[in-house]
């Protein structure tokens, strides 16, 4: 297996956002969810996603709460507010405008 | 409501960072342990999940430093770690650390007490409506002479300004007046400082009263009943803040005014801080006076039209004038022109200058108290770089080392703002207490802009003072100062050159303020020893005025002076004593025009002008003023009897050149007097060379008031109080004031020269030392750095008066550099000053040379300690040193 890609700084914003879209999440299981999703291809260094994920917290645009895992101990998960919801569809929105332009040009040839 | 949540998020941050710590940690160690789970589950023994997991996890410290990165207040986390930081920096070294803050803490404080006192009399707006559109009229041109430029003005010319001017909204007319106010209800008399209003002068200022009512045009005639406006002070002192006062009724000058009303308690009159009481103008004064076109006495207040300018006003009123005097040709004394100018500028126009000299001297302080901290900022650095060194080659950032710096710089630069704010405060009340004779004193308060300032300034002296002191910190090359701080190497010389060129320049600073301070102190020392033409030792004076029915009787006043003359000259140990309308020293008063009549008549619309006194005949004796030729007055004659006039040398001379005065005749009011005596010449004020005088007998009863004087042999002073037990038993309702002696009165007239010339001084002291001790300081660090070169040229055989001489060059040369740099600045500066000389030139040599002496021998003192223990250095032990 080769090196992963490094993830697109501000990429990773979007791909947590999206995780945990559905339901609320702790770091491991998001770390693990987005590998899982894209095949092993991307994978999040520790040393980025709670960076990340502490500074979504400080925008608003994530909120956290301690929960019983189903581990049976305390973790830390974490939920989308309206205002990050808001977000992950401008970033959505963009990310599709951004790849779209960059298929253009890599597929012209 | 994405900020409420990012409000919360910041206070969860700021108040439970401590908890937020203990989370991150827990959340950390929960994703290691799920990923070592993980690990094992895939098969891993226990101790090699956990390597695995904690080798994909990274370093948990960055880790977690990142993730706190990522909140809120890190910065101020960061603040505070500096704080503490450099606060512990600075306790290590608790000498420098006190030393820096006093030096700051005198700069800023002197700078914040000048900046308040600039920012309140000279800049900020007057407390009146509009205040911009008040402005003060003058005459012009009464004589052709350079005094002339702001005149006060004669009633007539005001009454046509008025009725002709086009650019003012309204106009008003002031005059000074004396007042006794007596006692009601067994009260002492008193002698209070008041002004005669037209009746709308207060309403051109916008000034209501507090209590009561303004003046009406009604008042305001000859033949209205008698009102009075107290001021606050007055009302609350006197009266004890009592509202009934109003309609009542009080004596003035021995007539019956009603009390009107009360005026604010922050309002001022304008051109004098110690008006207590107004009454209106055309009431007071004798109408002839009040439609004279030549007795120019008062002062005018007008509020200009909006959108009027202060030259169109000066142009109306300047045509108006003219006229005036082309219509009235024969009567020479008729102003030619007129000239306005806003009310703030005349008020403050005499403290503009001395205010800012001081203002750029605390400003000089200011600037060499912060050369020196960061000179010793740069010692310390000195001291550091092998640590600073090391940290830069383990990667720590310039930046983080260079706000260290900054840190410390600011918190003495915040210490010593603190301490200076208070040194303020404290000088304000002292200046405020001891000049409340200043222009608008009144106004001086430290509020918001002041605090901003120093806040300001502390800023700027934490950033000049530690940019300096990091500069060559900044450019330091690693492995330069590592191998220089190594034993066996001399310290480079950058750090060495810009100690320096901080030297000379505080030097050069220090110079411009010893040659200003030295400037002003001799021309007041000119001043208080300037020749008075008479004598001011063991001389008493006190102001006396006779106001009331009885007294409008001339020969009941001069009856007066004479038995009070009398009475006081039987005391024991008065020597002499006499009667004057204003002893030397007590001011202008008035001049009058007058005509020698064996001369032939001058050119119709021209006259001569002579300062007059009213004079008893034993006056001369009694201060000492010499009859140069002929008498004084004859003392047996009384009321019309005597026609006699003494004139002074300078009269003489400049009027009757070249002829025998005695026996010629002045005609003053036409009155033909003859000359009978010619006297010595005697100055009217400290400042101002003598003019020509005359002196009018005191016994044809025409003055009301003056000053008696009293000459002893010694102990003056004891006989104020039996003088003044003989005019209470003269007549109980007169009240005697300004008793002082005449050093007291000289002293007081002085007093703008003394305290300019003691302020600077002290800064120039201060500053003097601060330049001592940055030589010292800096030498005494050179040395420390070349102990070793010093051992090893001694060793190599260096004879101890050659080292000695080096040493003392190396720190004199940056001293005789900033000398020559002073002694230029000086120059400008002096030019400046110039008008608040008196009797001194700006370029004195003797101020300049003892300057340049003082200066070098200061630093060759400072030098001579650290140049001597270097030529006494044992070889041996300095070679071992480090």
Request: proline share 4%.
């Amino acid at each position: 297996m080769g090196k992963p890609s490094d993830l697109v700084q501000g990429t990773l914003d979007l791909l947590i956002l999206k995780t945990i879209l559905l339901e609320p999440m702790h770091g491991w299981a998001i770390a693990k969810r987005i590998q899982q999703v894209s095949g092993e291809v991307l994978q999040v260094q520790q040393g980025s996603l709670y960076p990340a994920l502490h500074r979504l917290e400080q925008q608003g645009w994530i909120k956290a709460k301690w929960a019983e895992s189903e581990t049976g101990r305390q973790a830390k998960f974490y939920a989308l507010t309206a205002a990050g919801r808001r977000q992950l569809e401008a970033e959505t929105a963009n990310w599709n405008r951004l790849s779209a332009a960059i298929d253009l040009i890599v597929s012209e040839a | 409501m994405r900020w409420v949540a990012q409000l919360r998020m910041r206070m969860a941050m700021l108040f439970g960072r401590g908890r937020a710590e203990a989370r991150l940690d827990e959340e950390l160690r929960d994703h290691l342990e799920r990923q070592i789970a993980e690990n094992v589950a895939a098969g891993m023994s226990a101790d090699e999940a956990r390597f695995a997991a904690l080798r994909a996890f990274g370093n948990p410290a960055l880790v977690r430093e990142q993730a706190r990165a990522a909140w809120s207040w890190t910065w101020l986390e960061l603040l505070l770690r500096d704080v503490r930081y450099g606060a512990r920096t600075l306790m290590r070294t608790p000498g420098f650390a006190v030393i820096a803050m006093v030096v700051m803490a005198l700069g800023i404080g002197a700078n914040v007490a000048m900046f308040t006192i600039v920012r309140s009399v000279l800049l900020k707006p007057l407390p009146y409506p509009d205040p911009d559109r008040l402005t003060m009229v003058y005459e012009r041109g009464v004589v052709d002479d350079a005094d002339s430029q702001f005149n006060v003005v004669a009633g007539g010319m005001f009454a046509e300004w008025k009725k002709l001017n086009s650019t003012f909204q309204d106009l008003g007319v002031a005059g000074n007046a004396e007042f006794n106010l007596s006692g009601a209800g067994g009260q002492l008399p008193e002698k209070l400082n008041g002004e005669n209003c037209s009746w709308n002068l207060l309403t051109v200022l916008g000034v209501k009263p507090a209590l009561g009512r303004g003046f009406t045009a009604d008042d305001d005639r000859p033949a209205a009943n008698g009102t009075v406006l107290l001021t606050w002070g007055l009302w609350k002192r006197r009266f004890s803040g009592d509202p009934a006062i109003v309609n009542q009724t009080v004596d003035i000058n021995s007539r019956s005014y009603t009390v009107i009303g009360v005026l604010p308690a922050w309002f001022v009159y304008p051109e004098d801080p110690t008006v207590q009481l107004i009454t209106p103008a055309y009431h007071d004064k004798p109408a002839e006076r009040m439609e004279s076109l030549g007795n120019h006495q008062f002062q005018v207040i007008g509020r200009l039209r909006p959108g009027v300018s202060v030259d169109q006003a000066s142009a109306d009123l300047a045509l108006i004038t003219h006229r005036l005097h082309n219509a009235h040709l024969d009567n020479p004394i008729v102003a030619r022109s007129a000239i306005a100018r806003p009310l703030l500028e005349d008020m403050v126009v005499d403290a503009r200058r001395p205010l800012y000299v001081l203002f750029a001297a605390t400003g000089c302080v200011l600037l060499i108290a912060c050369l020196n901290v960061a000179n010793l900022l740069v010692a310390r650095g000195a001291a550091r770089r092998k640590e600073q060194a090391i940290r830069m080659a383990l990667g720590g950032g310039r930046l983080r080392l260079l706000r260290e710096h900054l840190m410390e710089s600011l918190l003495l630069s915040v210490a010593g703002g603190t301490v200076g704010m208070a040194l303020a405060w404290v000088a304000i009340g002292w200046l405020v207490h001891t000049r409340a004779d200043l222009s608008r004193v009144d106004a001086v308060h430290i509020d918001g802009v002041v605090v901003a300032f120093t806040a300001g300034l502390m800023v700027l002296c934490a950033l000049f003072a530690g940019l300096i002191g990091s500069a060559v910190a900044r450019d330091e090359r690693i492995l330069v100062s590592l191998q220089e701080s190594s034993r066996g190497a001399s310290a480079g010389q950058g750090r060495v050159r810009l100690r320096r060129a901080l030297l000379a320049l505080e030097v050069a600073l220090t110079v411009v303020l010893l040659v200003s301070a030295g400037l002003l102190l001799k021309s007041y020392e000119r001043l208080r020893s300037s020749d008075m033409g008479c004598t001011t030792h063991n001389v008493l004076t006190m102001r006396i005025g006779l106001f009331g029915g009885r007294f409008n009787d001339r020969a009941e006043k001069a009856n007066f002076f004479s038995e009070l003359l009398t009475r006081v000259r039987a005391l024991p140990g008065v020597e002499a004593a006499g009667f004057v309308q204003a002893v030397p020293g007590q001011g202008y008063w008035g001049d009058g025009p007058f005509s020698i009549v064996e001369h032939p008549p001058l050119p119709a619309g021209q006259t001569e002008l002579a300062l007059y006194r009213w004079a008893d005949p034993g006056y001369f004796a009694a201060m000492g003023i010499p009859i140069v030729r002929g008498r004084s007055f004859d003392a047996g004659k009384r009321l019309d009897g005597i026609a006699e006039v003494v004139i002074s040398k300078q009269f003489a001379d400049q009027h009757l050149p070249g002829e025998d005065p005695l026996g010629k005749h002045l005609r003053v009011d036409d009155q033909v007097m003859t000359i009978v005596g010619i006297v010595g010449d005697t100055r009217y004020t400290p400042s101002e060379d003598p003019r020509p005088m005359e002196y009018l007998p005191l016994y044809t009863g025409f003055p009301n008031n003056g000053t008696l004087v009293i000459r002893s042999s010694h102990n003056v002073e004891q006989q104020a109080l039996p003088v003044q037990r003989i005019v209470q038993a003269m007549d109980h309702d007169l009240p005697v004031s300004d008793v002082m002696t005449m050093e007291q009165l000289l002293g007081k007239s002085n007093v703008d020269a003394s305290f300019d010339a003691t302020l600077l001084a002290a800064f120039a002291g201060l500053s003097l030392l601060l330049a001592g001790v940055g030589l010292f300081g800096v030498l005494s660090y050179l040395v420390a750095q070349r102990t070793s070169e010093i051992g090893i040229r001694i060793a190599l055989g260096a004879r101890r008066e050659q080292v000695l001489r080096k040493m003392l060059l190396d720190g004199l040369r940056p001293a005789l550099v900033g000398l020559a740099l002073g002694l230029a600045g000086s120059v400008a500066a002096a030019r400046e000053i110039a008008s608040m000389l008196y009797g001194t030139k700006a370029l004195d040599a003797g101020v300049f040379g003892g300057v340049s002496a003082a200066m070098v021998l200061v630093a060759a003192a400072a030098c001579a300690v650290p140049a001597w223990r270097a030529s006494r250095l044992d070889p041996m032990t300095a070679l071992r040193t480090e």
